[in-house]
């Protein structure tokens, strides 16, 4: 969790700038102005941070700039959720993250993937590091662990525990039949 502007500042250098480029305000608002997903990121982890606040008004502003992305974006990542360093959503359209989700770095989430529990306090779905999200999929479950370097192909389900080092496909089958 962000509880400092330091963090917050090095979420900002690696995700949006690069660990590689010098800090500067300047270019960060430069960089998320020009890009959606930049864009997205910069307000996603402002809100984090501010809900880390043990002030209510700042929480409430947390929770408004979170509203504010699932209007603009269709994006509903709650505010428990942990994510680590180096999320990175490429097209951040319909993506919904529930609170009790644990996100290893450098975690690539597609469009239209939800990530989450069926029933309320359940216990957390974690995801490992370098895990790769196809366009597409659904983690629905409680207490799932994925490994980490995990690639999950586009339009997966996925209900059970995946190891790390893997490659996960749902298989999908095509039928044509006349009509009678």
Known sequence: ???TYKELKSFWHYEILGEDKPFS??????RMRRNNSYHCLFWLRLSQYLHTSPRRGTQSIAKQINKSLA???GVEIMLGARIDKGLWLGHPIAIVIYSGVVIGKNCNI??????GSVEA???SITLGDNV???AHSCIIGSGL???DNVTIGAMSFINKDVPGNVTYITRKQNQISPKE
Request: a positive charge.
């Open 145 to 147: 662990s994925i490994g």
């Open 110 to 115: 597609r469009q239209c993937t939800t990530i």
């Open 71 to 73: 209007r603009k974006f």
């Open 25 to 30: 305000r300047l270019k960060l608002l430069r």
């Open 121 to 123: 306090n359940n216990k």
């Open 132 to 134: 790769d999200i196809g």
């Open 1 to 3: 969790m962000l509880t």
